[in-house]
């Protein structure tokens, strides 16, 4: 009964809401809403495929209580049936499966994340209109903050079953997306050796995936949905070159 759900009205697009990057717009306003809405001593984002387990609340506030890190992500698990949603699950968030050491960490996901509220406030500039969970993390990077990630605070990651068809499209967008926000903060040597590179960023992240499945157990069934997994890494590599060369998403 203490939910407050926000009428944010007609929210406007830079692309057609009917796309994947529209859709990814709106997904990301909307979590710049809910931030500023916020008003709790930490500050948690979930979506609504990624069901939390019954102790992750409790969880939330025991680990920002004992720690002093300011952003602490969790553990994703996959609920997928079929090996196309294994795939996607394996190209996004395989490296957030269990088990994996607690620990300092490059990268935390925006599905299952927790700030203490100082820290998303120093980047309240960057998220104020559309949240993007690259731009705020690199910004805490800079400013010496430590992501972490804790293997006690899980999701259970629940796609509805999807297409190739859809997919695809998807992969694409978000791809592009990650190489605009990347051009954004690498010089242009950088960007044009990442786009001559483009080629082989496929070959290289379904390499990547593999090894880190292996290191969780998941080698049969990562091995079963890998001709997905190659498809949906060229769709991704091939937004995120474009994203790298227009710099635009």
Same mark, same amino acid.
């Given at each position: %009964? ?5 009428? $944010? ?5 830079? *692309?057609?809401? @009917? ?18 809405? !916020? ?14 387990? @019954? ?9 920002? =209580? ?13 609920? !997928? ?22 620990? %300092? ?11 203490? *509220? ?5 980047? #309240? ?17 800079? =400013? ?6 804790? =293997? ?7 796609? %509805?079953?999807?297409?190739? &068809? ?15 926000? #990347? ?5 242009? &040597? ?8 483009? %080629? ?6 379904? $390499? ?9 157990? #998941? ?12 498809? $949906? ?17």
């Amino acid at each position: %009964p203490e939910t407050k759900f926000l009428d $944010l009205g007609a929210i406007e697009t830079e *692309r057609p809401k @009917s796309t994947a990057a529209g859709q990814h717009e709106l997904y990301d306003r909307r979590r710049a809403a809910g931030l500023k809405a !916020a008003k709790g001593e930490w500050i948690a984002i979930l979506e609504d495929r990624g069901s939390p387990r @019954s102790n992750w609340a409790q969880t939330v506030v025991a680990l920002h =209580q004992k720690d002093s890190v300011k952003v602490i992500g969790g553990a994703i698990e996959c609920r !997928a049936k079929s090996l196309l949603n294994w795939a996607f699950y394996f190209c996004d968030f395989g490296r957030y499966g269990l088990p994996f050491q607690s620990g %300092p960490a490059t990268w935390v996901s925006d599905i299952n994340v927790t700030y203490k *509220r100082d820290a998303i406030e120093s980047t #309240r500039h960057l998220w104020k209109d559309r949240y993007s969970e690259p731009i705020v993390h690199w910004a805490l990077l800079d =400013q010496g903050e430590t992501l972490t990630l804790s =293997q006690e605070l899980v999701v259970e990651h629940s796609r %509805p079953e999807t297409s190739l &068809s859809y997919l695809l499209p998807e992969r694409f967008h978000w791809g592009r997306l990650f190489g605009q926000i #990347r051009a954004m903060n690498i010089p242009a &040597s950088k960007r044009a050796i990442l786009t001559i590179l483009g %080629p082989f960023i496929p070959f290289i992240l379904v $390499l990547r995936h593999a090894r880190t499945q292996a290191k969780k157990g #998941r080698l049969w069934h990562y091995l079963r949905a890998s001709p997905y997994v190659a498809v $949906l890494s060229v769709a991704w590599t091939i937004g995120e070159v474009w994203g790298y060369v227009t710099k635009k998403a």
